[in-house]
């Protein structure tokens, strides 16, 4: 072992918040650069990590560094900027470097199959080059295989050979005698080209002619645009000139299985690779994708969250459609916020970064007026289609049964009567949501959860919606006994029975993840939803992202209090986006869409404001009571959140954690408190909330109380972790 021998610095996934050093593995070649995977031993066990440097020195005495087993990729599999965004992350969401590199690379790169799609090649080795071929006089077919093997230098596959009529017996002869080797070969890549645009005969409006040519080489692009004023051909007008120059897009989206008909213009438009990166493909596919994606193959990658880290051999552009959705933000374990880290990768690679909405988030509206993002504005649609007009309908001092308003119903049969189909909003899957005893006002709960079963009809029985729990549905009170059980609330499954007996012979579509959970289930809903005809269709937020129903010209949200009575400072914000966002589902074939709104608050300023004037006026005077009470994005915050099986000990542990010195006063701590809901799955929650108006000085504060929790007893007797930014305060 040399002194002077230069250290490899490995990530190796751990839930360790710190990478290794390792002695480089024999005949390691020199040129190795980061974001090449080693084989490395970790305790007792071998693991694939990633190195992410060089070091002369390290903490660990020579004598004790083990050496890294083996080099794994010849390059790297991490271009330097994704390592680079990788690197930021772990650091900025103070999560472990490992386990956020592997987490970025498809679950078959973690366990060591190659990053490049390779070939198995039959290749002359040199013994069967020199061979004198007369010594295979007796077996002939050995001697013409051999002899078509030395004249192609890279050999031919399996299959080239199986063509040639060549068998897989007389090769494993050729190879028994050394004459013949197999050997995994790199696959030759062949990039894409672009020769045709299928421009569907789209002429753009002079808004979207100014939009499109405000985007220049690097920066971020906030695209306001309300739905259907063509925020979409944006997106394929930029990416075409990208394409053009053969540089790759990135496109991200809250959910692919939503929305497949974006999905499909990528794909008609272009004739390039298109590959899309979800949670529904299997490993293998997943890493296919991957391969083409980062070898330059597909001109095009479409994906969900954890696409953000997809590497593009000649990136070019990406784009983040609905950019507010609250899904395009980790909600466990790496707490990352793709959309935020799209903006930085485009700083890496001098790309510009798109993102667009209809009703973009706070902190990008906010970013977009002081001149952060350049703000681009798509205010009228290109077809001549009305705006949508909003009605509130007042529920107080008026009856419902099952939901359903009497001037609701009336204005559900006039849409229905002149042809049109009719869209209804409720975010509450199942049937009923409460199990109630009149006798002793018992409720069916889950003990898992501090959360109410939801009554299903399928099955009859009770279902937890926080962890899955089941249960048969009780014939007599767990309490009382009493025999009488109610069914309360609503769910999307009960307003559908409703609308059922409501309007007889009308047919009822009911779009949720309890209706879509058998594969292609969704889209033969959709094909029936265009093909036309009076029809009702009821879906929870599943039904407010990204689908255009060309027949809806009645949008119907059927509660909407619930966001008044919301502790989340955010609640309000996604109030006005949900609205718009089910509204912009009707109207747009040529018929003005409505939008109905029951309440028992008819005159909640916020809510009329957001219908006179709009999002935009809306969104300001939200950021202004932001401002005033210096909530994000005025301030920065950070959750530590713990959780334990006793009832007290994730709440001692934060106790403990907050007790120790502030770094600074400009932080501010509060709690630690109990979460909304405490108990979730089994596991009894608590947050500590910490917020400054300082960046810096607020990572500071979390790096110092990370150090006193690893030196923690509590802390082995709890599972804790950090959100920076959270989208989900409760
Ligand atoms: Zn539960
Ligand atoms: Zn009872």
Redesign the pocket.
Known sequence: MHSSERLLEIAVPTPLRRSFHYLPPDELPADTKPGCRFRVPFGSKSLIGILIGYTEESNTPLEKLRRAEKLLDPKPILPEAILKLCLWSADYYHHPVGDVLASAIPVLLRKGKPGQQVSHRLIATKKGKETDQSSLQRAPLQKAALTLLVRQMNGYDRKQLKAAGISSATIQALIRKGLVRRQEMTAPVTAFSLNKVNSENIMLTSEQEVALNSIGDHGTWLIQGITGSGKTEIYLRAIEKILRKNFQALVLVPEIGLTPQTVQRFSNRFDVPVVLLHSGLTDQERLNAWRMASSGQAGIVIGTRSAVFTPLARPGMIVVDEEHDASLKQHDGFRYSARDLAVLRGQFEHIPVLLGSATPSLESLNNAWTGKYTSVQLRHRPVDIAKESYQIINLRNRETRDGFSKPLIRLIEQHLQSGSQVLIFLNRRGFAPVLH??????TANCHRCDARMTFHLHGQRLLCHHCGNENPMPQ???????GN?LLLGIGTQKIEDRLKILFPGVRVLRIDRDSTRRKGSLNSMLAELASGGPLILVGTQMIAKGHHFSEVTLSVIVDIDSSFYSTDFKAMERMGQLILQVGGRSGRSGKAGHVAIQSHFPDQPVLKQLIREGYTQFAKNLLQERRDNNLPPFCHQALIRAESKSRTRALEFLEELSANERSSPRVDLLGPVPSTMEKREGFYRAQLLFSSTSRRILHAELDLRIKFAENSKLARKVRWSIDVDPVDLY
């Open positions: 005893c009149p006798e002793c006002h018992w007599y009170c767990e309490q009382c006994h009493a059980l």
